[in-house]
């Protein structure tokens, strides 16, 4: 199972920026996909969890109404489209899932990284004021 983040780069802040995560190794479960973020000298942060059960996603308070998860399924590709960009979005984005969901949550997944087995190698966001 191999995760592949990219589009990451710098931007300025208001700005928009669409990250992705290629998905190879196994059969392509969107709904077993999410995002995090790790900004420099803070702990990693569930952006948005997709549930398990294709229920509702979780977004974090702080990107909720800007962030949105999408896909692709022809593309095995997961993204995760950025608005309104801030300087505190600044972070490494990692895509990660756990190649057998269950009925966990969003809000389950996002609060309990261990449940996603495999991790992409994160690509970096900048964004100036």
């Known amino acids: 199972v191999q995760l592949q983040a990219s589009g990451g780069g710098l931007v300025q802040a208001g700005g928009s920026l669409r990250v992705s995560c290629a998905v190879s190794g196994f059969t392509f479960d969107a709904n077993a996909v999410g995002w995090f973020r790790q900004a420099p000298g803070k702990e990693r942060e569930g952006v948005s969890c997709?549930?398990?059960?294709?229920?509702?996603?979780y977004y974090a308070d702080s990107v909720k109404g800007r962030f949105t998860i999408s896909r692709d399924n022809a593309k095995n590709t997961v993204y995760l489209q950025m608005h309104s960009l801030k300087p505190e979005d600044t972070a490494v984005y990692y895509c990660?899932?756990?190649?057998?969901?269950?009925?966990?949550?969003?809000?389950?997944?996002?609060?309990?990284?261990?449940?996603?087995?495999?991790w992409g190698q994160g690509t970096l966001v900048t964004v100036s004021s």
């Open positions: 997709p549930s398990g059960s294709g229920g509702s996603t």
């Open positions: 990660a899932t756990d190649p057998y969901p269950t009925g966990y949550s969003g809000t389950y997944y996002c609060n309990h990284p261990p449940k996603y087995a495999y």
